[in-house]
């Protein structure tokens, strides 16, 4: 786990093993997002309803939100690296067989569902003993960087992924694009298999119920860990709801087709790009409570205002600029917020933590399924179901100050706190956590 002694590379990058599994997670993460980008294109061109959208984001996100908590358990419990690479084979196995019978031309609505229940099912696993995995490959001094570096990968790819997939869809298939996105995952199993890893220890001989329950004591009892997992969910579920109605506002509000879609989340990547690499480059950062609390104020505020305005001008060029905009304070806020959680939670409990952590992340598909649902059902429109999300993502944080004097301390807490983790990391004592409040 020694770095390379180039101070030329990010942190986290100067270690070996991290840099292949971050390669690893590139290729990933861009096969999910041509993945996701023709899931919700095609069953909306089969369909031609914004529900069906919602539909997709639920059969994804049940199974994952469910199963998150085994599969933080079971990151806990067993080696994570051929969790990893079981997962991700599957996966490109489930992609490949969508793409087959997209191309046979007997691919239905029903198909698209059921591939991102199981999907979904296999990510429960994936997503946990990935978080366990990457930070037995940096010290944890260069543990934010890695967060950073991780979270780079996803605007990253979002600036060209969805554009590939848009070209791919318009000069060939849907199908084309699904065997591409295929291939990515299988790359991710291939770079894991690679990976060596000290023998992992078995750190529990109780009954999954009991370890899960014990997880959630563990955050129930730390305000500091509460108020960065709530806020992760009302990212999720409210904040991120733009993300599968984007083909609707593309199509019916702006008036154009799949490039300019690929071109408005290619702007947030940019923005979101540029944020990651920032945290990217430091291994700490003694402003995380005001990143944490304002950014995600702001990014609800940026979620509305992207929503509102494209009702009213229909500017593509004005949606790619708040698009951007949006992006900077929802990195900002979930890279000091996720870095906080890794750096802080012990080694024996990190796979159940990070599993509820996940188990808000993946609540987005639900945020997507209400978001459409009011679209519909309310008759307000899309811009408008979006724009109330982004206002209560942005009061959520104001509100939780003004109750809990400890989030209103929250930057001092976590200095404190990730002073000692990192004190103790370097005289090789035990690490702690934040004292329960």
Known sequence: ???????????ALRYPAYRLFWLGMLASVSGFQMLRFGQFWLIFEITGSPLSLGWIGLANGVPAIVLNLFGGVAADRIDQRP???ISQ?????????????????SVNQWHLITIAFLAGAVEAFDQPARRVLFPQLVNRKDLMSAVAMNAAIWPGTRILAPAIAGVI???????????VAGIGFLVMAAVTFRLRLPPHLKTSQTRPIHDILEGLHFIRKDTTFSFLIAMTFFSSFFGMAYIPLMPMITVDVLGVGAKEQGMILGAGGVGSLITALWF??????????????????????????FAITAGIFKSVPLAMAL???????????????QSSLQLLVPNHIRGRVMGFYGMTYNIRPLGGLQASAL????????????????????AFPIV??????????????????????????????????????
Do not use: C, D, H, Q
Request: glycine share 10%.
């Open 280 to 305: 990217g480059t430091r291994s700490n950062s003694g402003a995380k409570g005001m990143l944490i609390i304002g950014g995600g104020n702001m990014s609800g505020l940026m979620v509305a205002t």
């Open 89 to 105: 084979f599957i996966i490109a196995m489930l992609i490949f067989f969508l793409a087959t019978i997209t191309i046979m031309g």
């Open 83 to 85: 969790m990893v690479m």
């Open 400 to 437: 939780a100050m003004i109750a809990n004097k400890r989030v209103r301390n929250l930057g001092s807490e976590l200095r404190r706190a990730e002073a000692e983790v990192i004190a103790a990391s370097r005289s090789g004592a035990p690490t702690s956590t934040t004292a329960s409040g």
């Open 323 to 337: 698009m951007a905009v949006l992006s900077v304070f929802n990195t900002l806020a979930n890279t000091a917020s």
């Open 169 to 179: 869809i318009a000069i060939s298939s849907s199908a084309a694009n699904f065997y």
């Open 1 to 11: 786990m020694a770095p390379l002694s180039s101070s030329r590379l990010p942190p």
């Open 375 to 394: 679209a519909n059902f309310a008759a307000i429109g899309a811009p408008i179901s979006i724009a109330i999300g982004g206002l209560a993502v942005a």
